[in-house]
């Protein structure tokens, strides 16, 4: 297993074709603006030598029965994923931030279970080819990024159907030893500090998307390969020091790229799905499960950092000990174990698949992901309802270390007598890095937008069922259990009563 | 005297944790694998994922615990094994 620094080392040997703001990042690991990224998922390496965290930090392989990091292994029990979360939640601690390195984790695992799948119906030998892929990622200790979200051009019109073909990516040649693709993936999480990328289908498939039905694994300096690395609310501030930014070391979400596949080359023993448009929904499915389950684990380790934060920045101001301020906390933590309790459940609901390999409950993981999409927004707003007004109006590092300025700023942004003004500036910039900015759209679309966690609880929630119960209780239906407690019909029953 | 530790995951800890091994660091040698003759598991909480699969001499804190009740415990634990 590599370290945190050998990690960061790993990435100067790779050469992708990165641009941010016109320009190209040419090392993402030294690049100002990359390598709090860089630091955060170098944090995944980092633990798993640590003996306070390796317990959850790494497994044994099941195809190599060798020790790794948790984020290359394939869950093999309902504890496995349990410990995913448990690891997850650390993470979110130690960074405040997106470690990124589960959706590579995820990508893999779905894919194991999907190809096990695809093979039995259609004799393929995809997850052979799967199980040595993540072999060589284990030896390796890789990371690979997963890349789901397709650009998607007209959402009302399927990717066969779409004027520009490209705007899913699709197989553009087929040849002896390999494919060839092209199209682009949006918002990929880490993918510009990886080492990996493997691509998966976006949706449901019908036959005439078959092309669209295609999943592989490249290197992220493969040729064609193009990354375009998203702008975040004050990415800038990274050129400006340390303070403003809250959080500098590890900075705010994942860094999310654009990542353009302009007639990339495949060969074939990377290529996990070929036109097999029937298994592209339950690869979708499978995957967005995995990703969903994450979302009760790093989501509250991060709300472990705001809560924090937000509690000592009411001591910083003397108020930590009002009433008000005591309860706002404290249902800032009820929220944020709130989502615990449903990532926990979801994991502990895991069941095995056909390929051995485990996966969440879907309706559970479905549910977790929901909240996610609210809860942090409440707990955020108490957030910034404790640390007033002064979350907006902060006056800068460069105010601050202004030898003109720096006076006030010191006399007047003080709290408590005992807190040096610098302190409760960072710790306001802390809760602004946490509550404002990227953070929030982050847990409302990361891992799919709200509706498409509806759907998936609408289809898995068993309406049926509950209408069924409700005709029982109603007197509609038969009460089978009634009628033998009391051993007449509620007809009967009732009858005898008036 | 050998004394090895082993952690739980540390996901939702209701201590610090490192508070125990601080205390046995003081008056043993602490390693985190290999042969000892006691182990001493330190997990976060009343789960106690760091002990679930403990054997043999083992030792088990699942909260915050004072340094004489460590001392005492695992003094205990070691004059037992002797």
Known sequence: ?498 | MKIAVKYCGGCNPTYRREEIEEVLKKHFQIFYSGDSELLVCISGCKKGCAGEKAKGNFLHFDEKTDEEEILRRVNKKLSKEI
């Open chain 1, 1 to 498: 297993m590599m370290t945190g620094k050998e990690y960061i080392e790993s990435l100067r040997k790779y050469k992708p074709r990165i641009y941010f703001m016109g320009r190209r990042i040419e090392s993402v690991a030294d690049d100002p603006i990359s390598a709090p990224h860089v630091n955060a998922a170098a944090m995944t390496y980092e633990l798993a030598h640590d003996p306070r965290y390796e317990e959850v930090m790494t497994a044994i392989s099941h195809l190599t029965g060798e020790k790794i990091n948790r984020f290359n292994h394939i869950h093999q029990s309902t504890e496995d994923l349990v410990k995913k979360v448990r690891m997850i939640r650390v993470l979110g601690q130690k960074t405040g931030s997106c470690f990124q390195r589960c959706v590579g984790c995820d990508a893999m695992n779905a894919i194991y279970i999907t190809s096990y799948n695809i093979d039995k119906k259609y004799g393929t030998n995809y997850h052979e080819r799967v199980r040595e892929y993540i072999k060589f990622v284990q030896k390796n200790d890789l990371m690979p990024a997963g890349a789901m979200t397709d650009v998607k051009g007209d959402r009302s019109k399927r990717p066969s159907q779409q004027a520009d073909k490209d705007m899913y990516v699709r197989v553009v040649e087929k040849r002896e030893d390999g494919i060839v693709v092209r199209g682009a993936k949006a918002h990929i999480t880490g993918v510009i500090n990886s080492h990996e990328i493997i691509a998966m289908p976006t949706r449901a498939l019908e036959v005439d998307d078959k092309d669209y039905a295609v999943a592989f694994a490249v290197p992220v300096d493969a040729e064609g390969v193009t990354m375009i690395f998203g702008r975040q609310t004050n990415d800038l501030r990274r050129l400006d020091g340390d303070m403003d930014c809250g959080n500098a070391k590890y900075a705010t979400v994942g860094g999310e790229a654009l990542v353009i596949f302009d007639d990339v080359f495949v060969p074939w023993e990377r290529v996990f799905m070929c036109g097999e448009y029937d298994f592209a929904g339950e690869l979708v499915e499978v995957f967005a499960t995995f990703h969903r389950q994450n979302y009760g684990a790093c989501k509250v380790g991060v709300a472990d950092v705001l809560i924090g934060a937000t509690a000592n920045v009411a001591e910083m101001q003397g108020i930590a000990k009002a009433s008000h301020v005591v309860d706002k906390i404290t249902e800032m933590i009820h929220l944020a174990e709130t989502c615990w309790c449903c990532t926990l459940a979801c994991s502990y609901e895991g069941y095995k698949t056909p390929s051995g390999a485990y996966m969440p409950n879907p309706l559970l993981a479905n549910v977790t992901k929901l909240n996610i999409t609210r809860f942090p927004y409440e707990w955020s707003r108490i957030a910034q309802d404790i640390t007033g007004g002064i979350v907006i109006t902060l006056p800068s590092e460069k105010d601050y270390k202004n030898p003109e300025t720096k006076q006030l700023i010191e006399k007047y942004i003080k709290g408590v007598a005992e807190t040096p003004t610098e302190q409760r500036m960072r710790m306001i910039r802390l809760v602004e890095n946490l509550s404002i900015g990227a953070e929030l759209p982050e847990s409302m679309h990361g891992a799919g937008s709200p509706q498409a966690q509806k759907i998936m609880i609408a289809r898995r929630g068993n309406l049926e069922m509950k209408k069924e119960l409700a005709k029982v209780i109603a007197g509609i239906k038969e009460d089978e259990h009634f009628k033998k407690m009391r051993g007449v019909s509620e007809k009967e029953f009732f009858a005898k009563l008036k």
